[in-house]
């Protein structure tokens, strides 16, 4: 933004008294006086939630001694647990890492086979509508992350196995240490992906030979790989420093303007689905009524401070 349209902006605000919006300038780091502090209205059996610096949550996958297979419980807490986080105000950005020495060994193959058996009384077509509403529910796990407003940061190290590639696809960013691997790995038990891989990894990489190759064949690929294909945007040395790197990441998303930071996620979204004019159309009917939040003038008037002055944003 330029000076002109900066002053245009504030032209249009004249009642508002600038002095009042002005804040001692503060930091985008992580606090770590709050490090660690578990939010005590987010109990889950299979996640543990914590608050690791101001308006930022950390979801952590926590079946460490299970690898963090993805059993019943954990199928529907994502769910609970995402819808709870997309309404608490306290909330502008997530990011999702997992206990122990695996990311995820995907699905819990030790459960698989009672959730995948029917009553065997019931004829072909009542068992397919009792398997659809069950992968339904199961779909809804991950697309859950993509429906929270609140933008979601994969921090991925070592396995990231079959369910696990389906969960951060559907995540907005995506960090991985070095020694993190991925296989879509559903082909070699029997099924074809059916939680969001195999619709939402061809937009991600865009190479649609690439996908069918992994897919198809199961195989894994290294932490270069997939950011040499844009799977990932960052490979760092190791759990560790890719955990740091994404709570960093999430607290400068938090210190945004939650309007223009969920705003654009939806537009985002939208956009992927939809035909560049009927997106055009969204994001000029969304902007009609987002041009009038009181976080452009608080925006501009940072911006126009030259990095004095710290914008503070109201909770969304």
Not at 40 to 47: D, G, I, S, V, W
Not at 138 to 159: D, L, M, N, R
Not at 191 to 214: F, Y
Request: proline share 3%; net charge neutral.
């Amino acid at each position: 933004m330029n000076a002109t349209a900066a002053a245009v902006i504030l032209r249009s605000f004249l009642r508002v008294k600038v002095s009042r919006l002005k804040k001692p300038v503060t930091s985008v780091g992580i606090s770590h006086h709050s490090r660690g502090m578990a939010s005590e209205a987010y109990n889950y059996e299979t996640l543990a939630v914590t608050r690791p610096s101001e308006k930022v949550f950390q979801v952590m996958l926590n079946r460490p001694e299970k690898r963090n297979a993805m059993n019943k419980t954990f199928w529907r807490e994502m769910v609970e647990c995402f819808n709870q986080i997309g309404k608490d105000s306290d909330c502008n950005a997530i990011v999702l890492c997992a206990a122990g020495k695996t990311f995820t060994a995907g699905l819990d193959l030790a459960e698989a086979q009672d959730m995948f058996i029917s009553d065997s009384e019931l004829d072909a077509a009542r068992k397919a509508f009792y398997f659809r509403d069950l992968i339904k529910r199961y779909q809804e796990t991950f697309s859950v992350i993509e429906k929270c407003t609140k933008p979601v940061i994969a921090a991925i190290h070592s396995g990231c196995i079959g369910g696990g590639v389906d969960m951060v696809t559907a995540c907005d960013i995506r960090y991985c240490s070095q020694d993190a691997w991925f296989e879509i790995k559903e082909v070699d038990i029997g099924i074809a992906a059916d939680v969001g891989t195999l619709q939402r990894l061809p937009k991600i990489v865009g190479n649609d030979s690439l996908v069918r190759e992994l897919v198809y064949t199961g195989r894994r690929f290294t932490a270069d790989e997939a950011k040499s294909f844009g799977l990932v945007s960052s490979v760092l040395p190791d759990r560790d420093a890719v955990l740091a790197s994404a709570l960093q990441t999430a607290a400068l998303i938090a210190s945004k303007s939650p309007v223009a930071v969920q705003g654009s996620k939806v537009n985002l979204i939208y956009s992927r689905d939809h035909p560049v004019s009927e997106s055009l159309d969204y994001m000029a009917n969304w902007n009609m009524s987002m041009f009038q939040t009181e976080d452009v003038l608080k925006a501009v008037v940072a911006f126009m401070s030259k990095g004095k002055e710290a914008a503070n944003f109201s909770k969304l």
